[in-house]
Nanobody, 125 residues
Framework: VQLVESGGNSVQAGGSLTLSCVISGLRLDDYCLGWFRQIPGKEREGVAAVPYDGSPTYYANSVRGRFTLSRDIGKSVFYLQMHGLRPEDTAMYYC????????????????????WGQGTQVTVS
């Protein structure tokens, strides 16, 4: 299984970015998928997640209404669209996959995820 993120960049506050995560070795509609972020010295924070069947989509309170998670199952890619970016959104962003279908209450816990990408940096100034 391999996950590869892209799309990170430096943007001004209020700007937008779309992160992509290409997955190989598993189907997007078989497992719970998530986006996390991390800044140095802090724990990895769950940002958004989606179960195998696409609903519901979970969001951290800090990003709800600004970020949107979506999937393209045919292309084996899932996305994180980010709007209204704030300096506090600055972090390394990671995509991850569980080995369970449902995300449940553990969706924001990094330990629940088995496979991870290498990360893509988002900087908001």
């Amino acid at each position: 299984v391999q996950l590869v993120e892209s799309g990170g960049n430096s943007v001004q506050a209020g700007g937008s970015l779309t992160l992509s995560c290409v997955i190989s070795g598993l189907r997007l509609d078989d497992y719970c998928l998530g986006w996390f972020r991390q800044i140095p010295g802090k724990e990895r924070e769950g940002v958004a997640a989606v179960p195998y069947d696409g609903s519901p989509t979970y969001y951290a309170n800090s990003v709800r209404g600004r970020f949107t998670l979506s999937r393209d199952i045919g292309k084996s890619v899932f996305y994180l669209q980010m709007h209204g970016l704030r300096p506090e959104d600055t972090a390394m962003y990671y995509c991850a996959a569980q080995r369970s279908q449902y995300c449940g209450n553990g969706w924001k816990h990094a330990d629940e995820y088995r496979d991870w990408g290498q990360g893509t940096q988002v900087t908001v100034s």
